[in-house]
Every structure is written in structure tokens, then in C-alpha cells.
């Protein structure tokens, strides 16, 4: 057995065909390796995927059911490229658009967000949610932040219980990519980081360019590919300089860390959805916590 090839051990590295999903943007495709994930795993995710959509009520639980499912089978893949290529090529390949996948794709991140650290919080008495229309307004006139805070700029909120008494300990802004508006996130942010309120942003920086623009590979929107291009640099400044989240997490294994010291002391992580825990989120919000009497 030591003698056989790697491929023959551990199976055969999956590899996903990426063409423009924009019909007049006419190129050659190209195949890009989606590390630690294999063939027979990535048939099994994308047949977990169909199942789901076909079972569940809602296509946003199904997306977020299949990419949980997809985790757990492949703990050493960059949920990044779980993420982008494996689910939502997935489904394109399925017929779904472009379009379809904006519209549920958020709802479905945070819904799998908030299954996967569920079980992770209750040692510490924490629980994410997200919060109803009523919930949200109650909140907000509760912190005097009434018309500083829209709802769908606050994803989630931590909050720890003891017994019947709950207090906020945080709120969450989830996004795939920071190609999604993340400024618009910054007032709601800066509003509850000023109550002393921990905001922290989770993203997937994902962000790739098919032929004719690119490799396919998901580098994101965070220096994966070049730290120093102006880009790149520009968005990390958001978090770096000037401080405008307590903490930027990022679950593309591509996306280059901050350093040990930064202008603002804010700082960019970089970690998987598998960490040995309690990984940094749910540190920083057990710290946090702890400070609320």
C-alpha cells in the first residue's frame, strides 16, 4: 500500500470546469483544483445539494444544509471554494442564474453561520440569531439608536443569556464577498461600536474571474492574489486603518492575515469554518461577554 500512487489512496483532487456565466463574454474555459476535496466527494456534495433543494421549504435552507454537509466531509477544504466553486457552480450547473444565487445566497451564509456556531457558543451561554422586524426595532429604540441602524445591515446578533436575562454582546455583518456594498455596512458598525457593542464582519472574500479575465482561482478581495495591489489594499484599510469593525474574519484560507501591529489595532483573521476551539470568533466573543454583569 505505501507504494501506490496518492491519487490511489486518497482519491483523485476534484476539478471544477469555470467559464464567464456571461453569455457574450465568449472564452475558453478553464479547470481549477479544488484542494482537498475529491471527485467522488465533490459528486456527493453536489447530489447532497439537489436533495436539499428538492426537500426543503426554502432554497436559501438548502444551500446552507448542502454547504454545512460539505464542511464537515471535507474539513481541510478552503471554505471559500466551498463556498463559491463547489456550491454555487453547483448550481449553476443545475440551471440555476446568476441573478437566482444573489438573491438567496445571503440569506443562505447566514444561516449556515449560525448553524455551524450554534453548538460552539452554548458552552459559554451565547446564542446568534437573526432578528425579527419587531425585534430589531425594540432593540434599536433599547439602545438609542433609532434611524442609525437599518435592519438588513445588522446580520446577526450574539447575545449572552443567564437564565431569562439576555444582553447583546454582539452584532454580525456576513458577507460572501466585499464586493457586497461592505461600506454600506460601516455606519451600523461604527453605531454599535460606539454603544460598546462588538461588530465584528464574517466574510468569505470570495472572489474569483473566469476566462477571458482570469484563472478561475479564488483569490477574494484581501491580497490573495497580490497584498499590495491598490485594491486590495484599499479594503483592508477599512479594518486596518481606520477601524471601522472591530475585527474582520475571513474563511479564505487565501487571504493574507494582518499583522501584528496595525494603525487602528484592528485586525483581519484568516481562519477555516474546522478550527480547534474555540477559534478567534467565538474567543472574542466569550472575552466580550465576560465583561457584561
Not at 447532497?48 to 471535507?74: K, N, P, W
Request: one cysteine or more; proline letters at 5%; a positive charge.
Amino acid at each position: 500500500m505505501l507504494f501506490l500512487p496518492l491519487m490511489l489512496i486518497f482519491g483523485i483532487m476534484a476539478k471544477i470546469k469555470i467559464s464567464s456565466v456571461h453569455t457574450l463574454k465568449i472564452a475558453s474555459p478553464v479547470w481549477v483544483d479544488i484542494e482537498h476535496v475529491t471527485e467522488r466527494e465533490l459528486t456527493d456534495i453536489r447530489s447532497q445539494l439537489i436533495r436539499q433543494i428538492e426537500t426543503s421549504e426554502q432554497i436559501a435552507d438548502a444551500v446552507a444544509s448542502a454547504f454545512v454537509y460539505a464542511i464537515e466531509l471535507c474539513p481541510m477544504a478552503n471554505p471559500s471554494d466551498i463556498w463559491q466553486q463547489v456550491i454555487y457552480r453547483g448550481l449553476l450547473a443545475k440551471g440555476f442564474t446568476d441573478q437566482q444565487w444573489k438573491r438567496i445566497s445571503g440569506f443562505a451564509l447566514e444561516r449556515a453561520f449560525t448553524t455551524i456556531y450554534a453548538p460552539r457558543l452554548t458552552p459559554y451561554n451565547l446564542r446568534m440569531r437573526g432578528l425579527s422586524g419587531r425585534e430589531a426595532h425594540d432593540l434599536f429604540v433599547g439602545l438609542d439608536l433609532t434611524g442609525q441602524i437599518k435592519r438588513d445591515k445588522l446580520d446577526r446578533i450574539v447575545e449572552v443569556c443567564r437564565g431569562d436575562n439576555c444582553r447583546l454582546v454582539s452584532g454580525l455583518h456576513i458577507k460572501a464577498s466585499l464586493a457586497e456594498r461592505i461600506q454600506d455596512d460601516v455606519p451600523a458598525s461604527l453605531a454599535l461600536m460606539r454603544k460598546g457593542i462588538l461588530s465584528v464582519m464574517l466574510t468569505m472574500d470570495s472572489k474569483s474571474f473566469p476566462p477571458p479575465h482570469g484563472n478561475g482561482i479564488n483569490y477574494g478581495e484581501l491580497g490573495g492574489r497580490n497584498w499590495s495591489d491598490d485594491k486590495s489594499r484599499i479594503k483592508r484599510q477599512y479594518v486596518e486603518n481606520d477601524g471601522q469593525f472591530d475585527a474582520l474574519i475571513s474563511y479564505n484560507l487565501r487571504t493574507p492575515p494582518s499583522k501584528e501591529n496595525t494603525p487602528s489595532g484592528k485586525k483581519i483573521y484568516t481562519i477555516s469554518l474546522t478550527e480547534e476551539q474555540p477559534d478567534v470568533l467565538v474567543r472574542m466573543l466569550k472575552e466580550k461577554a465576560d465583561t457584561i454583569s
